[in-house]
Every structure is written in C-alpha cells, then in structure tokens.
C-alpha cells in the first residue's frame, strides 16, 4: 500500500482558520476513511478527526450504516465521538487529546482508523440483506 501524509493544523477557535502545523504523519493504511482531521484548543489541545466510508453507499445504505455502526467500538480510543449528518456519506466526529511524541500519534491514528475499518466491514456485511427494509416502495 501507499503511503499517506496527515497533516494536523492547529485551527484558530475565533476566526476558524487554520494557523499553525502541529505535525506530519505517516499512515500505510487506512487513510481514506478519513474526512478531515485538526486541532483546537490552547492550553490542551484536541485532535477532532472526521472519519468517513472507504467507498460510495446506496441511498438506503446511508441510515443502515448508522444503524448498525456500533460507535463503541472506537469510543473506547478516543473521548467523544458523535455521528455528523448533513455529508454525501456517514461521518462520525471523534476527538481526543494531541500527543506531542510523533510516534505516538501515528499509532493512535492507526489504532483509531483500523478499529472503524473493522466496524465498518462487520456493519458491510450486517445490511447486505437488509435492503428491502431500508427502501421504502
């Protein structure tokens, strides 16, 4: 696989605008399931990280993957996530704190994108056959 470089920029609370690199990671897998990422914040810092589908969905795949996403499953790594409607696909906003050793943010990103891969594989193959449920005739 490719590798991926994230940037995480430090986003001003007031004006919106991203203002400063706080650092540059490497990722080899994963990496499209990630929507956006940045951090706010003064004293502590919080990285708020947008994570997305690896692929397009069907309209009645939309509500589907929200219904069976269990978001526990990549609550237990990071403080708050909470689903993000109003996208083209499902998104779900999770935040945690900024670590400053390169090393260890690049493995918390992984444990975080390779969790919500896993969940989106099971929630996949949960609405396979869920089809005529979700349309509406």
């Not at 990630?34 to 003064?42: D, L, R």
């Not at 689903?83 to 990103?109: A, C, I, N, S, T």
């Amino acid at each position: 696989m490719e590798e991926t470089v994230i940037v995480i920029m430090l986003k001003d609370g007031e004006t919106g605008f991203l203002e400063k690199e706080l650092g540059s990671y490497t990722l080899s897998e994963n990496s499209e399931l990630i929507f956006n990422i940045y951090a706010e914040g003064v004293a502590e810092q919080n990285v708020i990280l947008r994570l997305s589908c690896d692929r397009e969905l069907q309209d009645w795949e939309y509500d589907a993957v929200y219904d069976y996403y269990d978001m526990e499953t990549v609550g237990a790594l990071v403080d708050a996530i909470a689903e993000e409607e109003g996208h083209y696909d499902p998104v779900w906003v999770v935040r945690f704190p900024f670590l400053e050793e390169q090393e260890g943010m690049e493995q918390k990103l992984r444990d975080i994108l390779t969790a919500h891969q896993k969940e989106l594989l099971s929630v996949y193959e949960a609405i396979q056959d869920k089809r005529d449920e979700y349309v509406a005739e």
